[in-house]
Every structure is written in structure tokens, then in C-alpha cells.
């Protein structure tokens, strides 16, 4: 927010949960994918509260994969999350969708939108399906 300040004690993000020491290699998906988008962020032994990174790279992987298995239509699906410091994890400042269809049809973009939705009211209670080891961080 404009005029905002950010301070540390130390200088670093560990003093706000944004800390975890993990090979680079250790991506969500698993995968180093060239010639597709893919993030750079690795989620294992990151906090699993506030760590943005590790909850809107499974957010993301998780919309793109439901949108894949409930509408027929689409090929090929990628989710992409942007925060901003200083905003709540639960609201996000952009989430895009790029959908590759076999053939456009009527409220494509509605329905996606509305699993993408359902996906985003889950942030709050993701920790605890992580914890709990319902949802694999590969």
C-alpha cells in the first residue's frame, strides 16, 4: 500500500513465516518443465500457514488439475497466482487462467471461473489437509 513500510529486526523474511531451506529442484509439481511455464519457488519445508509461495503453488497446480477433470472441454489448463505484500493470503491480486479448449463452448469461462473460486474460499483451511498429509506437496 502506498506510503506503506516494511521492517525487520534481522533484514530478512524469516521473521514473518516466509523462511524454509529446500533445494530449489523440489518444485510442486515435481518437474522441471522448459518450454512451459512453471515457478521457480520450492514449497517443501515451508510454512504451511502464510507462506505464499507453497500455498498458491498448490492452489494453483490444484485449480488447474480440477478444471482438467470437470470440463470436458479443456486440453490443456494453467492457473497463475500473484500476491502483493501486505495483502491478506486469501485475496490474491490476480489469478489468470489460460485454458487450451478443443472447442469453445457456452459458459466455458464461467464454470472455470467458478472452480477457481471454490479452489481460492479453501486457502483458509489448506494448512490443515497439508498437515494432516491429504494434499502432497508433490
Known amino acids: 500500500a ?30 522441471i518443465t522448459p518450454f512451459r511455464p512453471m515457478s521457480l519457488e ?18 494453483a497446480r490444484r485449480i488447474a488439475e480440477q478444471v482438467l477433470e470437470e470440463i470436458e472441454e479443456v486440453e490443456e489448463a494453467y492457473c497463475y497466482i500473484l500476491s502483493q505484500i501486505g495483502r491478506p493470503i486469501t485475496q490474491p491480486q490476480v489469478v489468470n487462467l489460460k485454458l487450451r479448449a478443443r472447442r469453445l463452448t ?28 491429504e494434499i502432497s506437496v508433490y
Open 2 to 31: 502506498k506510503g506503506s513500510i516494511y521492517l525487520t529486526l534481522t533484514g530478512t523474511s524469516a521473521e514473518a513465516g516466509d523462511d524454509g531451506q529446500v533445494g530449489r529442484g523440489n518444485r510442486v509439481n515435481g518437474l
Open 106 to 133: 457456452r459458459g466455458l469461462r464461467g464454470r472455470a471461473s467458478q472452480l477457481a473460486m471454490a479452489k481460492l474460499d479453501e486457502l483458509p483451511s489448506l494448512w490443515r489437509r497439508l498437515i494432516a498429509g
Open 42 to 59: 520450492a514449497t517443501a519445508g515451508k510454512n504451511p500457514i502464510s507462506h505464499v509461495g507453497k500455498l498458491y503453488n498448490i492452489t
